[in-house]
């Protein structure tokens, strides 16, 4: 058998919103495994054994934590209500204007 890992490590730093800062790295790794026919020292498929790999990044991640202000909370909050009441105008327009055709077609006699 064949086994081959492929670790790939990410440099990280988080800075919390006390100040503290934790270096760290983010892992992440794929196997693979595979039968090979022995036919000889070196076959056509690989050698029998364990592979690790491993692709160091030359880039840091840097996450920094962070609080948003109370008027970015407000502006959030107004924005729901305003397109609450732009989707109810819609419904109720939508609602008006059936009912004011379904009525003019009555009157006509139109309506079956």
């Known amino acids: 058998m064949m086994f081959q890992y492929f670790v790939k490590v990410v440099p990280t730093v988080y800075k919390k919103l006390s100040g503290k800062v934790i270096n760290t790295n983010q892992y992440s790794a794929t196997k693979h495994q595979r039968a090979i026919r022995i036919s000889g020292p070196v076959t056509e498929q690989g050698l029998p054994g364990v592979f690790v790999l491993y692709d160091l990044s030359p880039m840091l991640v840097q996450i920094t934590e962070t609080r948003r202000s109370f008027m970015h909370f407000l502006t959030g909050v107004c924005a729901i209500i305003g397109g609450v009441f732009t989707v109810a105008s819609i ?12 009525q003019q077609k009555i009157e006509l006699g139109k309506h079956t």
């Open 91 to 102: 419904i109720d327009a939508v609602i008006y204007h059936s009912v004011r055709s379904l």
